[in-house]
């Protein structure tokens, strides 16, 4: 314990993510971050409920519920002393789409005894491409029936990661839960209800951000698409439109004070505000001081690409994207959202092709200990990458003779398709680990530039990048790689929790601090840390080689959606 604490009033920002979720107490005032914790999810970490051969992932809602005590009462011990009674706000941000199944009350199934151990009944988590099939259908239904296409703010194409899709699938799969499923809630919805003690899926306060992004609503057709529509894609949604939700909040918004209970188990008051949710990068995007013409990449597993822009009353449609929602991101603005389904994944799955050796035969030699084995393993798995990155680095664009596309776990945008896959072209006697790595960190920012490219072609200006997450502080490899190829400058935030800090900044708002998140933003958000700029040498190599990715990608599709 530190000193006594000063006046200062503070926020918790709650990132639930796909491994853990973190808590940082952030000071109102000046944004000044401080504490933090981190808790993993302790069934998902033992491998519980996911097959990623299936690319099925499910999370437990008890996973969340004791990560998120955990991290909250961890990160108010590392602070100073008497810190807890000047919280006065938490904001809430999750990944999405992440639906599940409550009953009429509002429990997720998998709560009670009877689906306890059901994967259906629980969190669908975002990167669960079991709903293909379900996407396909809703997409040739939007195109095909006599009435409005509802995926036109969705970028015109419904993907399989999101929300309606995973539900029918689940529809289809499971009867038992069909049956007993009355609604259904984001997670971004339900861990505020939780806090706040409003699980009821009729009243509780919807996200705007992941009604609008993930599940179709928009105003023009007075929210969620009409039961028309949903049956014409299978009978099995009737009735289900009536049991959702119409209305639905900005992030700004309070979603209620935190419960009694719950006030007790954290050691705050009652009087603590929790936000409406949002989903991770739309709040990372304001810690990261998005603003129009600043485009946001969210560097994690995969990308969340970030971009606003102003409210006019004839709304300009940018095709092939995730969606444009009032109010998503930065409340009176039109919220941009794109990405890429795999960009840290790539890498680590290249370390696992490259470390498999070292867990698969080194534990077998008799001539080596156990615990010798282990500290082999780990000592050189923790070094593959930085030591690749050095050696990458030395190459110049064009002498690998490499060319990949970053699809290992399907296209996000343009133009979703979880049925592509990953490609690497030109591999010879001469590909060495450091040319395919390099090749792989290349292709993830020729994915960057074309999603650019389709927000610009539409008409959204974007001048210069900022990126947030884990990666952008790890490799100046890949940041340098993606100034060259997007010929833009690329900030670095300076901290490495912007998502938390977005989520604190609108906690912020929420609680009356603040009167709008322009004005939190200025005090709260992220400074930067470094600017990448493109090198001029390196541009026109570059620019070429994106033009042969567009043509790889496109003579190749056919085949890899039929592998």
């Known amino acids: ?325 009032d109010g998503s991101i930065i409340p009176g603005m039109i919220g941009y959202e794109a990405g890429q389904s795999s960009f840290g994944d790539l890498y680590a799955w290249f370390k696992d092709v490259l470390s498999w050796p070292l867990v698969t035969i080194l534990p077998d030699l008799d001539f080596v200990d156990k615990e010798t084995a282990d500290l082999i393993s780990d000592a050189i798995q923790e070094k593959i990458i930085k030591k690749i990155e050095e050696v990458a680095e030395g190459i110049l664009p064009q002498e690998t003779g490499l060319l990949a596309l970053d699809w290992l776990n399907g296209r996000r945008t343009p133009y979703a398709d979880q049925k592509l896959k990953g490609a690497i072209a030109g591999l010879s006697l001469g590909s060495t680990a450091p040319k395919i790595y390099r090749a792989l960190v290349e292709a993830t920012a020729f994915g960057s530039r074309a999603i650019i490219e389709r927000f610009m072609q539409d008409g959204l200006q974007i001048n210069e990048v900022v990126a947030i997450g884990g990666i952008p502080k790890k490799s100046p490899l890949v940041m340098q790689i993606l100034a060259d190829v997007l010929n833009m400058p690329v900030k670095v935030a300076e901290s490495s929790q912007a998502v938390a800090l977005g989520a604190a900044i609108f906690g912020a708002v929420a609680s009356g601090y603040y009167k709008n998140i322009h004005t939190a933003q200025d005090k709260m958000s992220s400074k930067f840390l470094i600017t990448y700029y493109p090198e001029k040498s390196k541009v026109k190599l570059y620019d070429s080689m994106y033009k042969l990715y567009l043509e790889f990608g496109r003579s190749t599709e056919d085949l890899l959606r039929r592998l």
């Open 1 to 325: 314990m530190g000193n006594k604490i000063s006046l200062s009033k503070y926020i918790i920002g709650l990132d639930f993510g796909t491994d853990s979720v973190r808590a940082l107490i952030v000071d109102v005032e000046n944004g000044r971050e401080v504490a933090t914790f981190v808790s993993n999810y302790k069934r998902w970490r033992s491998g519980k409920y996911q097959d990623p051969s299936k690319n099925m992932f499910r999370h437990h809602p008890l996973d969340y519920i004791e990560a998120m005590q955990d991290v909250i009462i961890q990160s108010i011990k590392q602070a100073t002393e008497g810190l807890a009674q000047n919280i006065i706000g938490i904001g809430v941000d999750t990944t999405g789409s992440t639906p599940a199944p409550v009953d009429r009350e509002g429990t997720v199934l998998s709560l009670k005894e009877e689906f306890a151990e059901n994967p259906n009944a629980m969190f669908i988590l975002w990167k669960d491409h079991t709903a293909v099939d379900e996407a396909e259908l809703i997409n040739k239904t939007a195109k095909s029936w006599e009435g409005d296409d509802y995926t036109k703010y969705c970028g015109g194409i419904y993907s399989s990661e999101w929300f309606f899709s995973k539900i029918l699938h689940i529809l289809r799969k499971d009867l038992k839960v069909k049956e007993n499923a009355y609604s259904w809630v984001e997670l971004a919805d339900w861990i505020p209800s939780i806090l706040t003690g409003n699980i009821n899926p009729l009243k509780m306060k919807r996200s705007r951000c992941a009604a609008g992004h993930k599940a179709m609503w928009h105003r023009q057709w007075g929210g969620l698409p009409p039961e028309q529509f949903l049956i014409k894609i299978d009978p099995l949604l009737a009735g289900l439109r009536s049991r959702l939700y119409s209305e639905t909040y900005t992030s700004d918004t309070a979603a209620g004070t935190l419960t009694k209970e719950w006030a007790c188990k954290l050691g705050l008051s009652q009087d603590v505000t929790v936000t409406v949710g949002a989903f991770d990068p739309h709040m990372g995007a304001v810690g990261g001081q998005i603003s129009d013409g600043i485009f946001v990449k969210v560097l994690g597993t995969s990308c969340c690409d970030m971009a606003v822009g102003p409210k006019n009353t004839d709304e300009n449609l940018i095709d092939g994207i995730c969606g444009q929602v």
